[in-house]
Nanobody, 126 residues
Framework: QVELVESGGGLVQAGDSLRLSCAAS????????MGWFRQAPGKEREFVAA????????TYGEFVKGRFTISRETAANTVYLQMNSLKPEDTAVYYC???????????????????WGQGTQVTVSS
């Protein structure tokens, strides 16, 4: 089992950048596909990005369009989401998630992820 704790959210202006971090506890972190999801008020949770166990492959939601980058630092048990050129529509709670079962395939479906963090708020003003 793994515990996930997100950080790095905040209030920024359109066009700014943020880097979210997800710190994982547990020795099995390297066996998990890791993902980021987000949920805006009144909307369903949507897939943002995922990275395979070794960090060699990534996949992104269509709306990202090259603005976000997911990465992982195994030695630090941490996954990152670098977000550039932020837009007001990126405002949401961002969640880190871990999938221990389907690696190396990276799922974009939230129900494939067993472990979730508490979320970190990102607010982008216009």
């Amino acid at each position: 089992q793994v515990e996930l704790v997100e950080s790095g959210g905040g209030l920024v202006q359109a066009g700014d950048s943020l880097r979210l971090s997800c710190a994982a506890s547990g020795r099995t972190f390297t066996r998990y596909v890791m993902g980021w999801f987000r949920q805006a008020p009144g909307k369903e949770r949507e897939f943002v990005a995922a990275i395979d166990m070794r960090g060699g492959s990534t996949t992104y939601g269509e709306f990202v369009k090259g603005r976000f980058t997911i990465s992982r630092e195994t030695a630090a048990n941490t996954v990152y989401l670098q977000m550039n050129s932020l837009k007001p529509e990126d405002t949401a709670v961002y969640y880190c998630a871990g999938d221990p079962n389907r690696g190396p395939s990276m799922s974009i479906r939230e129900y494939d992820y067993d472990y979730w963090g508490q979320g970190t708020q990102v607010t982008v003003s216009s």
